[in-house]
């Protein structure tokens, strides 16, 4: 890895579904069929194609959100084949961290507004 100064404030603001592979991903390492399933269960869309998932888990490793698990423990391995596994980075943390501490603040303005009762 570069030794580049990492700016939280060039990968946010976060989609939906970025945000949702970095949330599934706080605490464990996933495959991308898991992590898919997560995804899915999560945004409740099974719209969610493989394609498009690995694309923006690509984008996510790229940008140094979340890194490749070099030595995958022995219950991850599926019929002696090595699958990738993805897991946070610390800035992966840190973006989400600060993507949730915003979505926070305009949830709670948006309770505040008048007429938010209304709708």
């Given amino acids: 890895m570069t030794s580049q100064k990492f700016d939280v404030n060039e990968v946010l603001p976060l989609s939906p ?25 999560n945004m409740g869309d099974d719209k969610v194609v493989t394609a498009t998932l690995y694309r923006a888990i690509n984008n996510l490793h790229h940008s140094r959100l979340l890194e490749i698990v070099k030595d ?10 090595v699958r990738k596994l993805y897991k946070l980075t610390g800035y992966g943390q840190l973006a989400l961290k600060e993507e949730t501490r915003y979505r926070l603040e305009i949830a709670n303005k948006l309770q505040q507004a008048p007429g938010f009762g209304d709708l």
Wanted: aromatic share 6%; no cysteine; net charge positive.
């Fill in 72 to 81: 995958p423990p022995p219950e991850k391995l599926r019929d002696q084949r």
């Fill in 17 to 41: 579904l970025n945000y949702s592979i970095l949330f599934n991903l706080v605490g464990k390492a996933l495959n991308g069929s898991e992590i898919l399933r997560a995804v899915r269960d």
